[in-house]
């Protein structure tokens, strides 16, 4: 099955700094992918549509300029949380939408736990 | 704007009984698809079962099955002879089936399911 694979799973990192994760397909291309944000035993949370060689398409109220994603070939697509700050400290998860089938495919990547120090 | 609503928050349920998850959404749209993913405590996102909008009957998993009234805008997720491994948090998700459409999920708040041995 479609496998979609995300690094790092978790990552501690202090107040100020950036971090990136990366979210890829691993068996498939992925024109589309999503970055979604989670908190404790809540939903996810739409940050950010990503297309191949194109710009991000942001939700109402994510800041572009902190959170920014590049989707650079069609199997991997990276988030940068910029000047990171301890309210950042979230759960994410990236998915990828398989194309190659039907196009009901959108898989997900295990998600990166984030926290700011 | 879509919306997807799961009004139980928690649901609980003893081993090998059956049990209904909630869900009601709002849209104007005709064409679209509906699923249910699984989110356990990995928090890997697992689809469980989806449903095109276009087809009337209500669709299959071997022990999950939707009741799917589209008139009333409600899914529900029935999981039969529940186990052990059934025990997440369970989300009803919408996406659009419009040309154009990114792919993109929306979600409702979750259901977090309890079995009981």
């Known amino acids: 099955g479609a496998v979609v694979s995300q690094h790092p799973s978790w990552v501690i990192c202090k107040s100020g700094t950036s971090v990136k994760i990366e979210c890829r397909s691993l068996?498939?291309?992925?024109?589309?992918m999503f970055w979604y944000r989670q908190f404790p035993k809540q939903s996810l949370m739409l940050m950010a549509t990503s297309n191949e060689g194109s710009k991000a398409t942001y939700e109402q109220g994510v800041e572009k300029d902190k959170f920014l994603i590049n989707h650079a070939s069609l199997t991997l697509s990276t988030l940068t949380v910029t000047s990171a700050h301890p309210e950042d400290s979230s759960f994410y998860i990236c998915s990828a939408r398989d194309f190659g089938t039907t196009g009901l495919g959108q898989y997900f990547g295990p998600g990166t736990r984030l926290t700011v120090t | 704007a879509q919306t997807v609503t799961q009004s139980q928050p928690e649901m609980s349920v003893q081993e090998a009984e059956t049990v209904t998850l909630s869900c009601t959404y709002d849209?104007?749209?005709?064409?679209?698809?509906l699923f249910w993913y699984k989110q356990p405590p990995s928090r890997q996102m697992i689809l469980v079962i989806r449903?095109?909008?276009?087809?009337?009957q209500n669709a299959t998993e071997n022990r999950f099955s939707v009741n799917f009234q589209k008139a009333a805008k409600s899914f529900s997720l029935k999981i039969s002879d529940s186990q052990l491994g059934d025990a997440a948090m369970y989300f009803c998700a919408y996406r659009s089936r419009t040309s154009g459409n990114t792919g993109k999920l929306i979600f409702g708040q979750g259901t977090t399911l309890q079995v009981k041995p």
């Open positions: 068996d498939f291309q992925a024109t589309t």
């Open positions: 849209t104007s749209e005709s064409d679209y698809y």
């Open positions: 449903q095109e909008a276009y087809k009337q």
